[in-house]
């Protein structure tokens, strides 16, 4: 079965950086549709970016110039590099997969879902 496993949160201060990583297994990860979202206390999950199958990518408006997601097909990773950090930043990072491309930020098209890793920015 599919498995998403994600690390690499932690706590840095507001300017900083952090790169989360998503290790898959059970599928071949390059025919994937992948994608990270966010979920802060109290808020709505929100999508951050997504990358398909060819490496294209889509970022949330708000977040394009500060987030960067990647994949290493190699590897079967997925990567989201999260520069100039802001408190509002601060939430629990998911990764998440589809075998079918859809509406990138609709949380309920993805079919996997990984644990989360925590981000805070204070």
């Known amino acids: 079965h599919v498995q998403l496993v994600e690390s690499g949160g932690g706590s840095v201060q507001a300017g900083g950086s952090l790169r989360v990583s998503c290790a898959v297994s059970g599928y071949p990860f390059s025919g994937l549709y992948m994608a990270w979202f966010r979920q802060a206390p109290g808020k709505e999950r929100e999508g951050v970016a997504a990358i398909d199958s060819s490496g294209s990518t889509t970022y949330a408006g708000s977040l394009k110039g500060r987030f960067t997601i990647s994949k290493d097909n190699a590897e079967n990773t997925l990567y989201l590099q999260m520069d100039s950090l802001k408190p509002e930043d601060t939430a629990m990072y998911y990764c998440?997969?589809?075998?079918?491309?859809?509406?990138?930020?609709?949380?309920?098209?993805?079919?996997?879902w990984g644990q989360g890793t925590q981000v805070t920015v204070s």
């Open positions: 998440a997969a589809s075998t079918v491309e859809g509406a990138w930020s609709d949380w309920t098209k993805y079919t996997y």
